[in-house]
């Protein structure tokens, strides 16, 4: 999630090749120990909110809709 009072700042998501532009208050969830990214530079206030939940918080959605998470079945995650 963003906040602050900035333009600019857009997230670039390198392995789906794309450049999100991000607006305060927007949010946006991805595992990043599969997709490598970064920030492009802001002007203003910028401010990220980060999140990290535990693997298990993923059993719901296994259980209820058969989802099957990619780095379960990676040897390792590479973080850039």
Known sequence: MTAGDFT???LVLYELGIVVEMA???LMLFP???ITHR???ANGKRISIV???QENIYDYWHREYN???RR????Y???M
């Not at 379960?72 to 040897?75: A, D, H, R, V």
């Open 8 to 10: 600019g700042g857009a």
């Open 24 to 26: 305060p208050g927007d």
């Open 32 to 34: 990043d120990c599969l």
């Open 39 to 41: 920030n492009e530079k």
């Open 51 to 53: 999140t990290f939940t």
């Open 67 to 69: 989802m099957k998470l």
């Open 72 to 75: 379960q079945t990676q040897k």
């Open 77 to 79: 995650c590479k973080k």
